[in-house]
């Protein structure tokens, strides 16, 4: 089972980057993937939802109305398209993996560092 991350960067205040999560190990559909985020000395925030038949997206307020989550489940993969970032957005982005079943398994992957810097 593996969740991977890429897309991570150095970007400006106001650009743009799109992480993606890439998944194999386990039934992809069967999940809600999020994004939770962790800044530099602080604890974990959640970022963002997508469940398994998207039909359905939750965002924290922080990021609502700059940050769109996506999934294409022929492809295993969730994506975070991040516009007009902000210096507060810097973090570690990871990626994690719920079970919509019960019981809840739960996977994680191991993280893209996003630094938002001018």
């Known amino acids: 089972v593996q969740l991977v991350e890429s897309g991570g960067g150095l970007v400006q205040p106001g650009g743009s980057l799109r992480l993606s999560c890439a998944a194999s190990?386990?039934?992809?559909?069967?999940?809600?993937i999020g994004w939770v985020r962790q800044a530099p000395g602080k604890g974990l925030e959640w970022v963002s939802d997508?469940?398994?038949?998207?039909?359905?997206?939750n965002y924290a307020d922080s990021v609502k109305g700059r940050f769109t989550i996506s999934r294409d489940n022929a492809k295993n993969t969730v994506y975070l398209q991040m516009n007009s970032l902000k210096p507060e957005d810097t973090a570690v982005y990871y990626c994690?993996?719920?079970?919509?079943?019960?019981?809840?398994?739960?996977?994680w992957g191991q993280g893209t560092q996003v630094t938002v810097s001018s």
């Open positions: 994690k993996g719920v079970r919509e079943l019960a019981p809840a398994i739960v996977y």
């Open positions: 190990g386990f039934t992809f559909s069967n999940y809600y």
């Open positions: 997508i469940n398994g038949d998207v039909t359905r997206t």
